[in-house]
């Protein structure tokens, strides 16, 4: 299986703050990357696919990049409504694997 | 808009068999080419994909848990089930149902449910 490994695991940051988040994989991967959104009670929420496309309807502050093993999920300006967990998914091959998550607390 | 809902019970006991359904509305469970998958999240740990499948009953598991695995499709009720034989305390976790997009060979989950945890204990 391949890992996935994000950091930091929580951060915390003001409103207004860059947010930068870490996904490594175990493997190459090329672009074959996702990235969820979770808040607490809520359903998680497709936010980023094949590492920068950004998903219907999220925000332009929102992005991503990388290939191979290396991802980034960037926050440019965060907003109250950004307060989350966030997971990194691959899906270059079967059995998806998801990163253990970083939670992005208020500061 | 699609949406998921995730139903079952909420305790099993150690050994038996945890079963779940999740409710497609608004939109067909066949009527388009999708899978329809399950994640679980065990508490305070990460999220693990358990499966997929399609509306015509093809399946794919994680070979972790495929020896206990079942899902299935009922079409006639816009629902596809998961079912956990021989349950332990490792099961316990939030159980999520999504929908599974594989355009162009990307893989990804969207929309989800919004879980159910299931307690395993006696």
């Known amino acids: 299986d391949i890992q996935m490994t994000q950091s930091p695991s929580s951060l915390s940051a003001s409103v207004g703050d860059r947010v930068t988040i870490t996904c490594r994989a175990s493997q190459s991967i090329s672009t074959y990357l996702n990235w969820y959104q979770h808040k607490p009670g809520e359903a998680p929420k497709l936010l980023i696919f094949?590492?920068?496309s950004l998903q219907s309807g999220v925000p332009s502050r929102l992005s991503g990049s990388g290939s191979g093993t290396d991802f980034t999920l960037t926050i440019s300006s965060l907003q109250l409504e950004d307060f989350a967990t966030y997971y990194c998914?691959?899906?270059?091959?079967?059995?998806?694997?998801f990163g253990q998550g970083t939670k992005v607390e208020i500061k | 808009q699609l949406q998921l809902q995730e139903s079952g019970p909420g305790l099993v006991k150690p050994s038996e068999t945890l079963s779940l359904a999740c409710t497609v509305s608004?939109?067909?469970?066949?009527?388009?080419?999708?899978?329809w998958g399950w994640i679980r999240q065990p508490p305070g740990k990460g999220l693990e994909w358990i499966g997929s499948i399609f509306y015509s009953g093809i399946t794919y598991y994680n070979p972790s848990l495929k020896s206990r695995v079942t899902m299935s499709v009922d079409t006639s009720r816009n629902q596809f089930s998961l079912k956990l034989n021989s349950v332990t305390a490792a099961d316990t976790a939030v159980y999520f149902c999504?929908?599974?997009?594989?355009?162009?060979?990307?893989?990804?989950?969207?929309?989800w449910g919004q879980g159910t945890l299931v307690t395993v204990s006696s």
């Open positions: 608004g939109d067909s469970i066949r009527s388009s080419s999708y899978f």
């Open positions: 999504a929908r599974h997009l594989t355009a162009a060979g990307y893989n990804c989950f969207d929309p």
């Open positions: 094949a590492a920068s």
């Open positions: 998914q691959q899906s270059y091959s079967s059995p998806w694997t």
